[in-house]
């Protein structure tokens, strides 16, 4: 059951004129979540109903005096399983760690987030180490997409729980991190909105690192409004609600260089409507060849910043416990024991000078246009063979990795028609421009939301 999730400003109106309470939501929440016919079990690896519930109580009776922590105190969220809670186990979707010593403290993201009131029910799945666009899980389950689930389809990755979280009403928004697309393609798969930011935007001490140099912090809601409030939470900046950038203003590029290639009928029947709707707005919508976007794949043939970075931090486990690691994501992993510091130090140079040729063209266009991922989610039936689970990864995780790389920032919303499989529209800016893509994604958004 795909519900419609609401947003954050709306719950932060219910909760200040009284019309709802905390708890309500978190019991709500909690509802959904143990709902024997739902996806609770696959969605979150634990769950803290009791000390929710406690948290809910504080600050309802807070708000009841008054003197309540913020706007949005109150309002049910979901954890990623790699960012560290105090007290917990942070075991970042794996057996490896499941026997760690606990957190002696929250991430900072995790910190930020409890400051400004919101609740949290529990830890969400995820991929393995966060190394998969695709979701699946072994150790724990997969929770199953909410669309078409007779089918039976993937959540998209890694920050899979946390948009099936918000999809199925067992949270509000959710808290996930974004290496190559892990917020934006589950995102996109379930129909909901997933924001990238600049990666030095927001602090990851605390968060279990897939790669130092990509890792970036983001949150999976309903609306861009969602995703922004969680990021002012996060980045500490200010937030700008109302902050348009008129459609007639507005430059956007579509490149023409791999991400248009293998769309589906849906996906590409969706993007070509939305080109046309904002064409008709007044946006200047141009084709611009990005051919520097077909170097990617041989710059990181070798694995890349994710195997680089991964690798030495999984050395001895890998040595220890080798077993236990699921073998899909080990083998990724184990691609930067080939790897070595001459290779890393390449690969930033080239990296250098990939980002200063990108960084021309966007000084003609206020940012870039593509489809999120260039299928629908597939069917967990399609990913039983190795190889075909390795080449559907690839190209789930294709056009999001491009911003990734950029060291940009970029956001999934939603852009098909209701009722159809869930397409995401990705924008995408250089290093830096949040504030301005946030400010473009609500007048897309709006434009979408008027069909």
């Not at 949270?171 to 917020?183: M, Q, R």
């Not at 590029?253 to 293998?262: C, F, I, K, N, S």
Request: net charge negative.
């Amino acid at each position: 059951m795909h519900l419609l999730a609401p947003s954050l400003e709306s719950l932060s109106a219910a909760l200040a004129s009284g019309r709802t309470t905390s708890r309500e939501l978190v019991e709500r929440c909690l509802a959904r979540i143990t709902d024997p016919s739902g996806e609770g079990a696959r969605t979150y690896i634990r769950i803290d109903a009791e000390e929710a519930r406690h948290a809910a109580d504080r600050i309802d009776q807070a708000r009841a005096r008054g003197d309540a922590p913020g706007p949005y105190a109150g309002i049910p969220i979901s954890i990623k399983d790699l960012f560290d809670i105090s007290g917990e186990v942070t075991a970042a979707g794996s057996r490896v760690l499941a026997d760690a010593e606990p957190a002696r403290s929250d991430a900072v993201a995790v910190a930020r987030l409890r400051k400004a009131g919101f609740v949290i029910m529990g830890r969400s799945n995820m991929t393995e180490f966060a190394y998969s666009g695709l979701g699946l899980n072994p150790h724990y389950g997969t929770p199953s997409n909410p669309y078409d689930r007779g089918t039976g389809r993937i959540p998209g990755g890694s920050s899979s729980g946390a948009a099936v979280s918000v999809a199925d009403g067992m949270a509000a928004v959710a808290l996930g991190t974004d290496t190559g697309g892990s917020c934006r393609i589950p995102a996109a798969l379930t129909g909901l909105t997933g924001f990238k930011p600049t990666a030095s935007r927001v602090p990851t001490t605390g968060a279990f690192p897939l790669s130092t140099t990509l890792d970036s912090i983001g949150g999976i809601g309903a609306t861009v409004n969602s995703c922004a409030i969680v990021d002012g939470v996060l980045s500490g900046d200010p937030v700008h609600l109302h902050e348009r950038i008129p459609l007639a203003d507005l430059r956007i590029g579509v490149p023409q260089t791999a991400v248009l290639d293998g769309l589906d009928r849906h996906v590409a029947a969706a993007f070509q409507a939305t080109l046309h709707r904002l064409a008709q707005a007044g946006a200047r919508v141009v084709e611009l060849p990005f051919a520097e976007f077909g170097e990617v794949a041989a710059i990181n043939a070798k694995g890349g910043f994710t195997a680089a970075e991964s690798y030495p931090l999984h050395r001895d486990m890998l040595a220890r416990r080798g077993d236990l690691y699921d073998p899909r994501v080990k083998t990724r992993i184990e691609k930067g024991a080939h790897m070595t510091p001459e290779d890393v130090a390449e690969l930033r140079t080239r990296r250098s000078d990939w980002i200063r040729r990108v960084s021309r063209h966007f000084e003609a266009i206020d940012l870039i246009a593509c489809p999120t991922t260039p299928v629908i989610a597939p069917a967990f039936s399609e990913l039983d063979d190795d190889d075909a689970y390795a080449r559907i990864n690839l190209l789930m995780l294709r056009n999001p990795t491009f911003i990734n790389f950029l060291d940009g920032c970029a956001i999934s919303l939603p852009c098909h028609e209701p009722g159809s499989a869930p397409v995401g529209l990705m924008l995408a800016a250089t290093h830096g421009q949040d504030r301005r893509l946030f400010a473009a994604a609500r007048a897309v958004e709006d434009l979408l939301a008027a069909r």
